[in-house]
């Protein structure tokens, strides 16, 4: 089904004061009294911004059980204007998780599910032949939506991974020498089964640096599988989707996202994250270090965290938080310590260790 409303349109000095006339000073006036309470507020009002975002996690709360801080991630990422890769073994509800976060978007939404056969314009759209009009035209593919669900992106092969280098980075697609360019927002949340898994390819690392987050989706605790078989037993197995209603629109998440942008980052905090970056790229345990767009990555995720935490500046703790989940797809560790069973989240962890932490 095609998303409505589509738009495949291609692409002087003051004068001298005398020596007789002296300016009179301005009476002084105290200055008001502020208040510890006032004088730690946030200077931008985030009342709107966590009331859509707290609704938005009642909608998914009642169908998914657990999972707070995977939500407060795709979260950030969707305030961030970033795209999102979610990693578990199947049944963790990953692309349940996906589908429930679409919903709660006002905007056109699809999905498509790679396959080792799938070619780059079963994703972006091919061009047919009108016989009336002699002419090519040119018909859009499922990418064209504001919501990309991608499920199980890792079982296609390079080439048509490839189809998703150019849309998911500069948000526009060339078919047949001509650009169209993608509606506003544009998401991809993709997901994927471990690499170790039968029938699965390893994507390439351009691919990789494309998406904002990796993010590990987990197994429940005891306590929360059994509240999910309670609930799955008590309504029968059914899961109603159309339970979860939309809140945000698209103009709603553009002011949103111009909130996020317009957050205050001190000099320092800046030097810290170049810092982190930086350590990718001389520890001895990778071989692979993270670019400028990691970079920029964490800034943007630290400054959408900070707004859906209610605070206006960004702190150290916010870029800690994010870092694993920023870094862990754009390093790579050397044979040697993939052979000691070492792992990305690990070397993550170790730099921001020996990263001094401003203040």
């Known amino acids: ?106 905007v056109p939404f699809s999905r498509i599910q790679f396959t080792p056969d799938l070619m780059p314009s079963d994703v972006l759209g091919t061009s047919v032949f009108r016989q009336n009009k002699a002419d090519f035209e040119f018909r859009p593919g499922p990418i064209f939506a504001s919501v990309v669900l991608i499920d199980e992106i890792n079982r296609a092969p390079a080439k048509t991974q490839s189809a998703l280098f150019e849309v998911m980075e500069e948000r526009t697609v060339t078919q047949d020498g001509t650009t169209y360019t993608m509606q506003e927002p544009f998401l991809v949340l993709a997901t994927q089964n471990p690499v170790e898994q039968e029938g699965t390819y390893r994507l390439p690392e351009a691919q990789l640096d494309r998406f904002l987050f990796k993010l590990h989706v987990g197994y429940p605790t005891l306590a929360e599988e059994v509240q999910i078989l309670t609930g799955h037993h008590g309504g029968q197995g059914s899961i109603n989707l159309e339970a979860v209603q939309p809140i945000l629109s698209a103009a709603d998440l553009a002011q949103l996202r111009q909130q996020v942008r317009l957050q205050r980052v001190e000099a320092n905090i800046l030097e810290y994250i170049a810092k982190l970056v930086g350590q990718t790229r001389a520890h001895k345990a990778l071989y692979l270090g993270a670019s400028p767009r990691a970079s920029l990555a964490l800034l943007n995720g630290a400054k959408a965290l900070a707004a859906l935490r209610g605070r206006d500046f960004v702190t150290p703790e916010d870029v800690q938080f994010l870092a694993p989940s920023v870094l862990r797809h754009r390093i790579m560790l050397t044979p040697e310590r993939e052979m000691e069973g070492g792992t990305p989240d690990e070397v993550v962890k170790q730099i921001i260790q020996s990263v001094e932490v401003p203040r």
């Open 1 to 106: 089904m095609e998303p409505e409303n589509l738009d495949l349109t291609p692409q002087s000095s003051a004068p001298a004061p005398t020596e007789f006339a002296a300016p009179m000073a301005p009476a002084e006036t105290a200055a008001p009294a502020t208040t510890p309470e006032e004088a730690f507020a946030p200077r931008t009002d985030f009342a709107r911004l966590t009331a859509q975002t707290e609704a938005i996690r009642a909608e998914i709360g009642k169908i998914i059980v657990g999972q707070t801080d995977l939500l407060e991630l795709l979260l950030t990422a969707v305030l961030a204007d970033g795209h999102v890769l979610l990693e578990g073994v199947p049944g963790v509800a990953k692309t349940l998780m996906a589908k429930l976060l679409a919903r709660t978007l006002a």
